[in-house]
Nanobody, 122 residues
Framework: VQLQASGGGLVQAGGSLRLSCAAS????????IGWFRQAPGKEREFVAV????????YYADSVKGRSTISRDNVKNTVYLQMNSLKPEDTAVYYC????????????????WGQGTQVTVSS
């Protein structure tokens, strides 16, 4: 499976963006998909994850209440709707397929997409 993140851009604080993670491959629907982000000079940070059927979701405290992860298994796409964006949300956002381990640990994910830049101006 290959994952491709898109939808990033430059937005003012308080604005919204919807990121998309498009997948190719037959096994997409069988796995949870997670979103991570990485700001310059910082480690990759968990943002959100959704189970294979969308039945459960889990968010980092930093985005909880402002973001919604969803998926459309017909379109092989996972979305991350981000609202009330803050300058500290500025980062490259990546999606990846979860294979195991803790939800928040990037080591438990594979098939990382190339990322999409989100920049929030104050």
């Amino acid at each position: 499976v290959q994952l491709q993140a898109s939808g990033g851009g430059l937005v003012q604080a308080g604005g919204s963006l919807r990121l998309s993670c498009a997948a190719s491959g037959r096994t997409f629907n069988n796995f949870p998909i997670g979103w991570f982000r990485q700001a310059p000079g910082k480690e990759r940070e968990f943002v959100a994850v959704i189970t294979w059927n969308g039945g459960s979701t889990y968010y980092a405290d930093s985005v909880k209440g402002r973001s919604t992860i969803s998926r459309d298994n017909v379109k092989n796409t996972v979305y991350l709707q981000m609202n009330s964006l803050k300058p500290e949300d500025t980062a490259v956002y990546y999606c990846a397929r979860r294979r195991g381990g803790a939800w928040v640990d990037p080591k438990g994910y594979d098939h990382w997409g190339q990322g999409t830049q989100v920049t929030v101006s104050s």
